[in-house]
């Protein structure tokens, strides 16, 4: 990108270059603006705003589509929000955007270089797998601090990004790879050991169908889940249908092993080695080491309120992200999984697209910046197992010397029963963007964020999430629904190492 973007920002204004196209629209007080075919909903549907549509093209064969929305001056709070993405996907996170734009920032999000939802579009195009991987959120960032101040003639006081999931994979980039762009960071559930968690996959579903004529079916993992709760859930003090810390659980499926035939009810014993493998995560054949943390007792089966292992590798007839291995990996779409080698195949991998994981733990340049790094995780997440969350903290931790020093500007909490950036039967709704606010304009340490779990629109369970390792004590009088009625302390049971 150029180092000044060359437009005044003037509803109606439009821009053609080789490097970028950009689009200028501003909504009324009364109707939707419509120019050059970029339209504006209406501000009854919105607060009145601007919007620049810009199309970056970096470096040869790389085209990002970005749009910021810029909030009234008189509405504006002064500070601006980027925003993340999802999975593999080409889709402009527009919900957080519009969150944001209702709370009064200034917002931005891409669409991460790409168009749809599949990984094809790496295929014979490694621009484009680094612009998914890290350059689109940058350029978005740089282009929107650019925009910010030509519209307002003033910097944002402080500027934020939230992602969950990928998202939250492109917030730990940011941190490690450019500082100094975000004076803070909300990493929710961040899928950044990317090269490992399809690994993770891979050898789930493997595990799941290890015996081709009786696989671990979706319609057991209700049975699973339900054991696991049964067997594990008083270990914290309450029986609240939640797990506190699931690495406490030690529910060994073979509790569930049939008497005789298969049924319903009971587990074959494939099934059980299954489960355990799942529970226990991928290793390396040659040495044993473990490669990706498993899958925790208690994400088997979230209902309708967050999904479980049948979204991704129980009951599928083949691995999750399989094209990721056959596109971006080994160049085959005719690839059979069945062939991969748990320590050759993924040194492949780290040598070819290595780049693409945010895995460094040396985060001094982002503290040094003065940032400030919120991260959560569900601990019932089907999707991204919650142990790299701890792991990558604890990592962080060591290289910055510390938890003490750590903890100065990075807080991990971890959210009981949730699922993968929401839903499951834990309180998982929570508003960690204002924590990190507070944090960073205020100097105000978060020390507990209060979430809640609502049915049918009405909230009916509050619970603090506390910052790791510290979890919620009940104090042992009032409602165990109420956050009020709980304190954020020390652990007392230390989990067994896997």
């Not at 015996?211 to 079916?217: A, I």
């Not at 309450?238 to 406490?248: E, F, N, Q, S, T």
């Not at 005789?260 to 587990?267: E, R, S, T």
């Not at 601990?379 to 290289?399: G, H, K, Q």
Request: net charge negative; aromatic share 10%; hydrophobic share 40%.
């Amino acid at each position: 990108m150029p180092e000044h973007l060359p437009f005044a920002i003037t509803c109606g204004a439009m821009l053609r270059s080789a490097a970028i196209l950009v689009a200028i629209c501003c909504s009324s007080p009364l109707a939707a603006a419509t120019c050059e075919g970029v339209s504006v909903p209406a501000a009854g549907t919105l607060p009145p705003y601007c919007q620049v549509k810009v199309t970056a093209r970096p470096v040869p064969g790389s085209e990002i589509q970005i749009e910021v929305w810029l909030p009234s001056p008189a509405q504006w709070n002064g500070k601006f929000v980027g925003t993340g993405n999802g999975g593999y996907s080409g889709a402009i996170g527009y919900g957080d955007m519009r969150s944001a734009l209702e709370r009064g920032y200034a917002t931005a999000g891409s669409n991460t270089g790409h168009d749809g939802g599949d990984l094809k579009f790496g295929a014979g195009h490694p621009e484009k797998i680094q612009d998914w991987a890290f350059r689109a959120v940058h350029v978005m960032t740089e282009t929107a601090t650019q925009v910010v101040s030509a519209y307002y003639g003033r910097a944002a006081a402080h500027r934020y990004f939230t992602g969950c999931s990928t998202g939250g994979h492109q917030a730990l980039m940011e941190a490690q790879r450019y500082p100094a762009d975000y004076d803070g960071i909300v990493a929710g559930d961040p899928g950044n050991n990317r090269i490992r968690l399809n690994a993770g996959f891979l050898w789930s579903w493997l595990a799941a169908n290890k015996d081709t004529s009786n696989p671990l079916p979706a319609s057991k993992l209700p049975l699973i889940n339900r054991a696991v709760i049964d067997a594990c859930d008083a270990l914290d003090g309450i029986k609240d249908g939640l797990l506190a810390d699931p690495r406490v659980c030690r529910f060994d499926p073979a509790a569930l092993l049939c008497n005789g035939a298969d049924d319903a009810n009971c587990l074959t014993r494939s099934q059980v080695s299954a489960v355990r493998a799942i529970y226990d995560g991928a290793r390396n054949p040659r040495t044993g080491e473990r490669i990706f943390a498993g899958w925790v007792r208690g994400s088997e089966f979230l209902g309708g309120r967050g999904g479980g292992w049948s979204a991704y590798f129980a009951g599928q007839p083949e691995p999750a992200r399989i094209d990721f291995w056959r596109y971006w990996v080994f160049d085959n779409p005719q690839w059979d999984p069945r062939t991969f080698d748990f320590d050759r195949d993924l040194a492949t991998a780290d040598a070819k697209i290595g780049y693409i994981d945010a895995n460094n733990p040396d985060l001094k340049a982002f503290a040094a910046n003065h940032g400030k790094l919120v991260m959560y995780h569900g601990w019932a997440d089907p999707v991204v197992p919650p142990e790299e969350s701890i792991r990558y903290y604890e990592a962080a931790a060591n290289a910055m010397g510390g938890m003490d020093k750590v903890d100065s500007f990075f807080r991990l909490f971890m959210a009981p029963g949730m699922g993968h950036c929401g839903g499951g039967p834990g309180p998982n709704t929570f508003d960690a963007l204002s924590a990190l606010d507070k944090w960073v304009g205020e100097g105000a340490e978060p020390q507990k964020i209060v979430a809640s779990h609502s049915t049918d629109g009405a909230v009916d369970r509050t619970r603090p999430l506390c910052p790791y390792p510290q979890v919620a004590r009940w104090t042992g009088t009032g409602s165990t629904d109420d956050a009020a009625n709980f304190v954020c302390a020390a652990e007392t049971r230390r989990p067994t190492a896997q």
